[in-house]
RNA sequence: GCGGGCGUAGCUCAAUGGCAGAGCGUCAGCUUUCCAAGCUGAAUGUUGGGGGUUCGAGUCCCCCCGCCCGCUCCA
């Protein structure tokens, strides 16, 4: 799908999903689980290729790098719960455990209860104007607002002063926040607990609480000092991960786009500072190019600098960060996230050293220095790759049986390859179960002897099987079969010996 | 979190407050020599869940859950 109108709904690439055994909702017999998907036995196939083919192409084969030798990414599996202080350090706790109270013009975020509010005493109709506790500067413009907005001086006695969690919906919308002029800028007040918790040990208290990881990123970081003493690796290196993260999304939303439980697939580069910006080039671009290798087209991926105010709180400085983004239908003509490659900077091992009081630098042998690196983090959804791949190969044909089919790149379709008998007697069976038997061997082969070869055929389309082999009477004689295209539906005859060159060939 | 819409078999949908059905798909048998063909048969339902009104509820009312859309959110 190239067209940048979409041509089918997001509900029938679901009931797709449904229908064939690609995903399915969690808990479904329950009634569901809001933000929950389970992976079905070809989405898992799917899935799992994609991630294979990620560790391949990026820790096991990885890229050259831009001076033309080969990079160093080395493989890591960290546990989804750790110990609280890290995402204290990282920054997850604290700012977001407490109600928070947004302003949707300047983007700024305050703890509710550490904003008051002042307006003029007795009047109930007129604005009221917030203020940061304790912070001086930001009382007095907010009394100088309200002097302004009455146009006459002000004396204290003529305040009257309360808590902004104490305002009403209706006082809220009347409400000018500590940082802006205009009026209803402020969201109600709201519990930002997007970390799961959960408690070790059998009795729950709060020294035991304990949080799942809302990325899996801070697993590198904390095992940065191992993995530097163990594997003998020099900066510029980067340390891969693919696992499970969790975050309590106020609103899941289009099918697994955005979902409480996800899986991330992500590489920390780290390097000196000095070199931050062109490997930070060198990561949009090759992120890019691999997933354009795995089937994305061009016209459907789009590489996007973050604004300055979007920034994450770890990517205040340094190269900024550049989204892949994919479009899906449901943001057609608009573009949603697959993948960020970010500067972090040093913030993450600096941070980690403060809070552990464990030195996390580097040194240097060849230039005798000492450093903490900084990262370049390229840091892809995986279940929003599966997704994208998904939305990619969904393909409306009218003209067919299936009446559309799934245009999966030959390497990551679940189904590689099909091998029928035309009809279920006169030996062919016999044949088709010995090429089966043999191609499973290298690839995911099914087969399937019972019903018209159209109906088989036409399941193989809403699998996105690219290739069906179909055993006939003559195959014993010239031993020979014919080889289904999915994408075009044409036939061609090649020889039983070739078929698995064939594949090779084509995979 | 707010507002709107929706929820009946795997899918698409019927059923005036009165026996829960059809088509497709799935499965079995026969048939079938290249695109969901045909014949015969079978399985599949707590009508999303719970409560209420009623002689009687898929249908009316209330609560909850889930999905979709628009806001909000997305560090």
Not at 89 to 94: Q, R
Not at 114 to 143: M, P, W
Not at 320 to 329: K, L, M, Q, V, W
Not at 395 to 406: F, G, I, Q, V
Request: aromatic fraction near 10%; include cysteine; charged fraction near 25%.
């Amino acid at each position: 799908m190239s067209d940048t109108t979409q041509t089918y709904s997001m509900d029938e690439l679901v009931s797709l999903c449904k229908r064939r055994g690609f995903i399915f909702p969690a808990s479904e017999i329950y009634g569901g689980i809001n933000g929950f998907w389970d992976y079905g036995p070809l989405g898992t196939a799917l899935k799992n290729n994609l991630r294979d083919r990620w560790w391949q192409d990026m820790v096991k084969r990885p890229p050259i790098g831009p001076d033309g030798n080969e990079i160093s990414i080395v493989g890591l599996d960290s546990s989804i719960i750790q110990n609280s202080k890290v995402w204290e350090a990282s920054g997850h706790v604290g700012g977001f455990n407490d109600p928070m109270v947004d302003c949707r013009e300047t983007k700024s975020r305050y703890r509710a209860d550490h904003v008051c509010c002042i307006g003029l005493k007795g009047d109930a109709t007129g604005q009221i104007y917030a203020f940061i506790e304790g912070d001086d500067d930001s009382l007095e413009s907010a009394k100088k607002k309200l002097s302004k907005y009455i146009k006459r001086d002000i004396s204290d006695d003529d305040l009257d002063t309360c808590a902004l969690t104490s305002l009403s919906t209706d006082e809220l919308a009347i409400t000018v926040g500590p940082d802006t002029k205009s009026v209803g800028t402020l969201t109600e007040p709201r519990q930002f607990n997007l970390m799961f918790e959960t408690s070790t040990g059998a009795v729950k208290s709060d020294d035991s609480k304990v949080y799942l990881r809302p990325e899996t990123a801070q697993g590198i970081f904390l095992n940065f000092g191992n993995v530097v003493d163990t594997m003998r690796v020099k900066v510029p290196f980067g340390i891969a991960q693919i696992g499970k993260a969790f975050r309590n999304e106020v609103t899941p939303r289009n099918f697994i786009f955005r979902s409480r439980e996800f899986e991330q697939m992500e590489i920390e580069w780290f390097c000196h500072a000095d070199e931050a910006e062109h490997w930070f080039e060198f990561w949009c671009e090759t992120r890019s190019k691999w997933w354009q290798s795995i089937g994305l087209t061009t016209d459907n991926i789009l590489m996007r600098k973050h604004d300055s105010d979007e920034l994450a709180h770890y990517a205040k400085e340094g190269c900024g960060t550049f989204d892949i983004e994919y479009r899906f239908p449901f943001t057609s003509p608009n573009f949603g996230e697959l993948e960020g490659v970010a500067h972090r900077g040093n913030y993450d091992l600096t941070r980690h050293q403060e809070f552990s009081k464990k030195k996390l630098g580097y040194f240097d042998q060849a230039k005798n220095e000492r450093y903490i690196p900084h990262v370049i983090e390229p840091s892809a959804g995986l279940s929003r790759g599966t997704l994208a791949l998904l939305c990619e190969a969904y393909t409306p044909d009218p003209e067919r049986a299936s009446k559309m089919y799934m245009a999966f790149h030959p390497s990551i379709a679940p189904i590689q390859a099909a091998v029928f008998p035309l009809v279920g007697k006169d030996g062919m069976p016999e044949i088709a179960h010995k090429l089966w038997s043999e191609l499973r061997e290298r690839w995911d082969v099914v087969t399937d002897v019972k019903q018209s070869i159209g109906k088989r055929y036409a399941r193989m389309d809403e699998a996105g099987c690219p290739f069906c082999f179909t055993i006939d009477g003559d195959t014993a004689s010239d031993q020979a079969v014919t080889v289904r295209h999915r994408d075009t539906q044409q036939q061609e005859r090649i020889a039983l010996d070739q078929v698995s060159a064939f594949m090779a060939e084509r995979i």
